[in-house]
């Protein structure tokens, strides 16, 4: 998989006030800033030496990119997390948001001027889809499809629950099925319909919300034709 470069992907943030970019621990972009010594602290809290990199890794591409788009130095760029996880970002230049995603050795990081939310997940072979995660209704329509379609699908619409709930930096403590999104069984542009508002739960209107989401990403050959399915949101 090409990964961006990080001039190109900070003149990409700079045009359009977002940027997605999928990055794959082998094929890391070249010169890359050092981790931080509150980077590495943080990466402690990793189980795991992958998690850690992963970790690490994801943080030198981000502050990389917002370093070229704001023109100040990377170890100006500081990322730390919110209350809830949330990752947040300090530096001189400008105001940005970010988000993170991974799975195996496959990270996707979303910058943007307002708040976004990025989310990947690996299709496998026999990959289960965890139905009692799912409404009735996501479920009536998920088993209507063709099987062998089922699973793109269902990854279309988890994709875009979990960007939603880390744009809105609640994580699930908004449950899933409190999140409605349209478009994901038949391919069609994904629109958040509603966002239940539970008691003490988060409040927000889902009409301020815009779900940007691209076809879903056959991952070159040495993944063994993985399919990825990426959503956002901006
Ligand atoms: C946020 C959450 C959806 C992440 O999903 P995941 O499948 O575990 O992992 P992903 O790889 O897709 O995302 C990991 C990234 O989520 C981000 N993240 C964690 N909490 C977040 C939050 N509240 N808002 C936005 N982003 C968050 C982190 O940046 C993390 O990346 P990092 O390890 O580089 O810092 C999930 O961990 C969650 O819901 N956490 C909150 C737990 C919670 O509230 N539980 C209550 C019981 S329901």
């Not at 850690?52 to 370093?67: D, E, N, P, S, T």
């Not at 023109?71 to 940005?96: C, L, Y």
């Not at 629109?191 to 889902?206: C, I, K, S, W």
């Amino acid at each position: 998989m090409a990964t961006v470069g990080i001039l190109d992907a900070a003149k990409h943030l700079n045009d359009h006030g977002f940027l997605i970019t999928l990055a794959r621990m082998a094929t890391q972009p070249a010169n890359l800033p050092d981790s931080t010594t509150l980077e590495k602290q943080l990466a402690e809290g990793h189980r795991d030496d992958r998690q850690r990199q992963g970790f690490l890794a994801r943080r030198r591409i981000a502050r990389a990119i917002l370093a070229a788009e704001a023109g100040v130095d990377p170890q100006a760029v500081t990322i730390t997390h919110g209350e809830s996880g949330e990752p947040i970002v300090a530096m001189p230049g400008g105001r940005f948001h970010l988000s993170f995603s991974a799975r195996a050795d496959i990270a996707l990081i979303g910058i943007a001027r307002s708040p976004i939310g990025v989310d990947i997940e690996i299709i496998g072979p026999g990959m289960l889809i965890p139905l009692n995660m799912l409404r009735a209704d996501e479920r009536t329509l998920l088993e209507a499809l063709p099987e062998g379609a089922r699973a793109s699908a269902f990854c279309r619409l988890w994709t875009a629950k979990e960007a939603v709930v880390k744009a809105l930096h609640c994580g699930f403590q908004m449950p899933p099925e409190a999140i409605h999104v349209d478009g994901w069984n038949t391919g069609d542009t994904l629109t958040l319909t509603a966002l239940e508002t539970r008691p003490g739960g988060v409040t927000a209107e889902a009409s301020a919300w815009h779900l940007k989401t691209w076809p879903n990403l056959v991952v070159a050959e040495e993944t063994g034709g993985l399919v990825v399915g990426a959503a956002c949101i901006a």
